[in-house]
């Protein structure tokens, strides 16, 4: 289910929540030079943190190639449709859950102050994005007219396997999504190298 509008909702300059949403791009700077300072991968390590990885980023590509490239906005929180299709009829936020499994699986890649520093991540994660989802759907409750029975079947973090039905036939275009995901590839290619040359290092040192 797919509806359009041309206007964004202003906020409240002292609203911390906004705050979140125009920086999350930047918040996990702190987490990945610690992770990579402190770094200790292990092939068990790598391994098993490059699938949780590849899962988060497959589960954010998945949700872009129906959002499309709003979802990188950092102005005021507003959008142009509601997408109730693909992903988004599984959970509310694949992005956002996209993004947890990732982050998470990087910090297994680095095998770094294991498990305080993944856990950190986690519960940061976890805090910073319920703050954003809950300014965004003020937003989404002011804008589009079914979004409160959207809600009420489509679960917001834990995805309902089985999906909604309702969507409006959207269909993904992943070409893009690739070209939206093209900075995200390229940091996580380049994360990923890193840590595999750590590994590599400290095999040969």
Do not use: C
């Amino acid at each position: 289910m797919t509806y359009k509008v041309s206007k964004t909702e202003p906020q409240r300059a002292s609203d911390w929540r906004k705050y979140l949403f125009t920086y999350r791009s930047y918040t996990p700077i702190p987490f990945l030079l610690v992770m990579i300072v402190f770094a200790r991968p292990t092939a068990v390590s790598l391994f098993i943190g490059l699938l949780m990885t590849l899962l988060g980023e497959s589960v954010r590509f998945w949700g872009v190639s129906y959002a499309g490239s709003e979802t990188r906005t950092t102005g005021a929180v507003g959008g142009t449709q509601l997408v109730t299709d693909g992903p988004y009829s599984h959970l509310r936020n694949p992005l956002y859950v996209g993004n947890i499994i990732m982050y998470v699986g990087v910090g297994i890649m680095s095998n770094a102050l294991m498990p305080y520093l993944p856990l950190a991540a986690l519960v940061y994660f976890i805090f910073q994005y319920s703050g954003i989802v809950a300014l965004e759907e003020e937003y989404l409750a002011k804008t589009f007219p079914d979004w409160e029975e959207y809600k009420s079947r489509v679960p917001r973090f834990f995805p309902n396997v089985r999906g909604s039905s309702g969507g409006s036939g959207l269909k993904p275009d992943f070409a893009r999504a690739l070209r939206s995901e093209r900075s995200s590839l390229l940091a996580l290619g380049s994360i990923s190298l890193i840590l595999f040359a750590v590994y590599i290092f400290r095999g040969v040192a």
